[in-house]
């Protein structure tokens, strides 16, 4: 009697695929509620003070990407060369911040310094991490494409509610409104990240949710914050002049940085030319600090990042520059110090280090792009944002960075996906021949 008689292989071989479908579902399950995690992060910090959920899910994405590639003992299949270009940018970034600590002394606590190499990186880090996690995955975003719904729909009724009833979900008004709408997120701007992210999802299957995106961008606007009704202004445009194939040209682009001057100028005059704000002075000193301490900047944990609004390692250069006697930014009240983007990296990493890092986002773009096949508006939208969002909050060093990064992958490897010829994810392919 043979093996095959007994029957021994074949059960041997139906356990197996039925494990690697357990398997599936239980990762499927897992990054579902990690995403649903990194949603919620702002709100449940606001109530309970925890705020390392987006430090958690990058230490898991790359504790996976581990796993994967010491599974396939080839970390670099696959990989385009502008995300090899990417992180070789990203390392030289890394190597010019600590040169200029080691250069200049202004911050050596290693402390502060790591804490910042990881503000500073989340976001690229968490892209890069994802796309090479998530990699033709067939299973996963379906079910966060589902999540995004269920917490459109959600946050759209209390949106409503919102603007007639004080659900304690509203804070200051504007424009007229009773109040802008901020969920359950702590502040309105983290409801337009929210409605950002859910924009990159649903643009992966752009004409099945139209209606979802369109409700998506109404909580948005909602929120009441001007990056929210700019940023609402260029989907909405973008909708309606780019093609199916989603090839954004400079016809696309062009129009999109006049609604974004015409509809936020107003508040970029207030806080950057007409006052004497802390947005406005940050970013005046931070050319100044490039230009004194050119070409490197001064290092991490040095100028504008979140660490150094903590008392221990407030920087000497508010005190050099005379930051320390602006409102938001003494060391006594230093609400304000991350409260832009920019002024970080000019000042920290210099005018090389800002080019470096322009060419590293571009980098990390080009590669997403090209994973997305024809359709670019989920790559596009996401990085206009944060680029509408950087004259007015860390953009790519804020905490809920992380959660757009994570979007932004999935997006990319699931319109990759859609569009390479029907091919199955590797997992299917397992599952069909161990079958």
């Known amino acids: ?28 399950l897992f990054w579902s509620a990690i995403f649903v995690m990194l949603f919620f992060a702002p709100g449940i910090q606001s109530s309970t003070g925890f705020s390392y959920i987006d430090e958690a899910a990058v ?30 940018l990203l390392g030289l970034l890394l190597a010019l911040g600590l ?20 503000t500073c990186f989340k976001f690229p880090l968490t892209a890069l991490l994802s796309c090479y996690l998530f990699e033709r995955r067939g299973d996963l975003f379906p079910m966060v494409e589902a999540a995004v719904k269920i917490l459109v729909a959600v946050m759209l009724f209390f949106a409503i509610v919102n603007l007639v009833a004080d659900v304690g979900m509203g804070v200051n008004p504007r424009y007229g409104l009773r109040a802008s709408f901020m969920f359950v997120l702590g502040h309105p701007t983290f409801v337009v990240f929210g409605c950002v992210g859910a924009v990159v999802i649903l643009l992966v299957n752009r004409d099945k949710n139209k209606k979802w995106i369109v409700a998506a961008l109404l909580v948005a606007a909602l929120s009441l914050r001007s990056k929210g009704l700019v940023f609402v202004a260029l989907v909405l445009f973008l909708l309606v002049t780019v093609g199916r194939k989603g090839r954004i040209t400079f016809a696309h682009i062009l129009p999109c940085i006049l609604l974004a001057v015409v ?3 107003d508040q970029f005059d207030y806080y950057f030319i007409s006052n004497d704000f802390a947005r406005g002075e940050i970013t005046r ?32 250069l508010y005190f050099e520059y005379g ?57 596009f939208c996401c990085f206009a944002y944060l680029l509408i969002s950087s004259t007015s909050e860390s953009a790519c060093f804020n905490p809920q960075a992380v959660f757009l990064a994570f979007c932004l992958a999935l997006a990319a490897s699931a319109s990759a996906s859609r569009h390479s010829s029907g091919s199955a994810s590797p997992a299917c392919n397992t599952i069909r021949r161990a079958a």
């Not at 029957?7 to 071989?13: D, I, K, L, S, Y």
């Not at 490039?290 to 990042?305: E, I, K, N, Q, V």
């Not at 002024?343 to 005018?351: L, R």
């Open 59 to 88: 230490i898991l994405l790359a504790g996976a990407a581990l796993l994967k590639a010491v599974r396939e003992r080839d970390a670099s299949r696959g990989a385009s060369r502008s995300s090899l270009r990417s992180v070789s």
């Open 1 to 28: 009697m043979t093996v095959a008689q007994t029957g021994v292989f074949p059960a041997t071989r139906s356990e197996k695929a039925r494990q690697l479908i357990l398997q599936a579902r239980l990762s499927t």
């Open 99 to 118: 040169a200029g600590n080691a250069i200049w002394g202004i911050q050596t606590n290693p402390v502060p310094i790591f804490i910042d190499i990881f």
């Open 323 to 379: 930051l320390s006697n602006v409102y938001g930014l003494s060391l006594q009240n230093p609400s304000f110090l991350s409260d832009t983007f920019w002024p970080t990296v000019i000042g920290q990493f210099g005018s090389i280090g800002l080019a470096i890092f322009l060419l590293a986002m571009c980098s990390i773009a080009v590669s997403l792009r090209r994973m997305e096949g024809p359709g670019g508006l989920s790559v």
């Open 285 to 316: 000193a931070s050319f100044e600090v490039a230009r004194d301490y050119f070409p490197l900047g001064t290092g991490f944990a040095t100028f504008g990042s979140n660490v150094t609004s903590e008392l221990g390692y407030y920087s000497p």
């Open 263 to 265: 509809i936020g100028y």
